[in-house]
Structure formats: C-alpha cells, structure tokens
C-alpha cells in the first residue's frame, strides 16, 4: 500500500512537470517515439467475437475491474517516467483488445491530461488482440491511416494482426511515416513459424520501397514487436534492415536495435535475452542535416527497477502481469523502447 502512494505521489508531481509541450533546445525540438508490448492490455467484458474468455472476472485470470485498473495504470506510469519533461509524442503499441481500452488508457490514467488522438482498428487475430498508435496532437497530425491486412498464401486459415500505417506532420510541418508492427509469434516453434515473418517482413519491405521510389527523401519508422531478434533472417534480409554502422544511404533501411542485441540485451526473456521489440529507420532520419534526425544512440531498451524482478540466478526480466491462472501484478513480459527524434 506505502508503495502504490509513493508511486501515485511520484507521477502526480511529474504528470505537473510534463505540461510543458515539446522540449526545446535553441531552436531545435526534441520529443520521445516508443513503442510497447503491454501484455494482453484486456477489458474485463466477454467478447463472443474474440478469445477473451480468461480475462472475465470468471475466467482464469479472474479479471476483474480492480486488476483491470491497476494494468492501465501501470501502462501510464512506465510511459509518462520515460522523459520529466515530456510524454512521448507518439506511443506504438501491441496486444491491444479493442478500442476501448486505448479510451479508458487515455481517459482513466495519467496520461488524460494530454488529449492523446487513437489510431486503431479491430484486426482478425485469432487471439483478439491488436497493434495501436496514439499520439499527441499538439505535436503529430495524422494525415493518412492505414492498415494493411496478413494474409498468407500457403496458410489461408491463419490471421494475425494488421500492419498499422499512419502518415503525418510532425513538429508541424515535417512529414513521418510509421509502421507498427505485430508479427506472427514463435508459438509451436522458431522454425515452423519463420515462413510468416519472412512473408510479413517481404510484405512490409514492398510498402516501404513504394514510399521511397515516390519520395526518396522520405522519413520511415517501423516499430514493434517483430517476434524476431536483429540478427534473424527476416530483419536482415526479407526487411533488408542494415546495421547502422553501414554507410548511410536516405533510402534504405537501418535497424537501431541492433548494437543493443549484439551487446546481450533484449526486450523479453526466456532462457537468454531477445530483442523482438525494435526500431527501424530510412537512412534519411539519420543523415546529420535532415530537416528530422534520429540519433541512433537514443534508442533504448526501458528497465527501470520497478518494471523488472530479479529472478533465482540474479537476471533482473520484466515483471508481467499473469501467467497461466497466476497474477503477479507486474507490467508486462516485454520491456518498451524507445527513440529520440528531433527537428532541426
């Protein structure tokens, strides 16, 4: 109970401290791009259209509104404590049921005091669940959303998630493009399953080579939780994401998750570290005198002590919320990301 208070008190005081809008720099304005997976981010309503039924106030997880609560709120927390000047202008997220969950998000926890806009849509996951966009409008406009349906050839039974698109002015009158991603998950196995990402991953490369044959110069951001690490055939080559430490060319694609992943970090834990949650970008938010810049040093893996537990050898993973019929209570199984992104 002392813990819940000290951290109501702590993010009362910094939701007063983040008013403030874009952070400045001279002439240069800076903000926060993240991106999360949040863990099956569930209302406590049966759904007869999804798989739902554990997360009801009679179903395994016993999901009642007190739980349901706490999960927004801790959502909310771990986004607003990413900066003490700001909250992230735009927020990629994953295993998101339905829309009104990103409302009671925006409207229910820390974050309402910053009229965040939604971008979503139900998917045909089979699991019920989605990616989402939401976004400060003081600071992003929404152009063109959206959203790119799975469909593969060799497994015309099996949904997913959608690629969520969204095309907009930032810091005014810059224009970005993102992605948000969710791809098909290792269940039943790495190699069974990799035939999905590679088709998502080739798929998602046909819309960014589009955009770029159009606008050469354009600004791309793809994130999210890509089941895959950096390293994995489907980012190195379907996707065709390069190393940063490549020459930087405007048009083509370049991961910033990557360094971190070959230093032994990563996003999620099962036996070792995986980086699955990542950032990639257009070379031209990397070149020094484009009007958006990305320094690729700003991505980070987010892990503060009170979204992770140390576990029986001494490896600090992040605390979920449930598993199986167990609830711990915790944030999630995935740590979130983020970028740094500037205009000059």
């Given amino acids: 109970m002392l813990m819940k208070k000290f ?28 991106f999360y997976n949040v863990e099956n981010l569930f209302d406590t309503i049966d759904d007869p259209n999804v798989n739902d039924e ?80 939401i976004y400060r409008p003081d ?83 793809i994130m999210g939780d890509l089941n895959d690490n950096p390293t994995d055939i489907s980012i190195t080559e379907s996707l065709n994401a390069l190393p940063i430490s490549d020459p930087i060319s405007k048009n083509k694609l370049y991961n910033l998750s990557l360094q971190k992943f070959q230093n032994g970090e990563g996003t999620l834990y099962y036996n070792s570290w995986d980086l699955f949650d990542q950032v990639i970008v257009s070379g031209n938010l990397l070149i020094e005198n484009s009007s958006l810049i990305i320094d690729p040093s700003s991505f980070e893996i987010y892990n503060p002590d009170w979204i992770v537990f140390k576990d029986n050898k001494g490896i600090k993973r992040p605390n979920r919320t449930a598993s199986g019929n167990r609830y711990y209570g915790g944030y999630s199984d995935h740590l979130p990301v983020y970028i740094t992104i500037k205009k000059n």
């Fill in 7 to 34: 951290f109501s008190i702590l993010f009362l005081s910094l939701l007063i401290l983040t008013g403030c809008g874009v952070k400045k720099i001279g002439k240069t304005e800076i903000a926060k791009i993240a």
């Fill in 54 to 133: 554990e997360f009801t106030p009679e179903g395994r997880q016993n999901w009642n509104s007190e739980k349901y609560a706490t999960k927004l709120d801790h959502i909310s927390q771990v986004f607003l404590s990413m900066d003490s000047a700001q909250a992230p202008v735009l927020i990629g997220m994953a295993e998101i049921e339905n829309r009104q969950v990103l409302e009671d998000l925006i409207q229910k926890s820390h974050l309402k005091d910053f009229n965040y806009g939604i971008i979503h849509q139900e998917s045909p996951d089979f699991r019920g669940i989605d990616v989402a966009l």
């Fill in 139 to 221: 600071i992003y406009t929404p152009i063109i959303n959206q959203w790119f349906a799975i469909h593969f050839p060799f497994d015309s039974a099996y949904t997913t998630r959608d690629i969520l698109y969204s095309k907009g002015n930032i810091f005014g009158d810059k224009v970005l493009h993102v992605f948000v991603n969710h791809w098909t998950s290792r269940s039943g196995g790495q190699e069974v399953t990799d035939t999905k990402r590679n088709f998502i991953a080739t798929f998602l490369k046909t819309k960014t080579d589009s955009i770029l044959s159009v606008e050469p110069d354009a600004n791309i951001l």
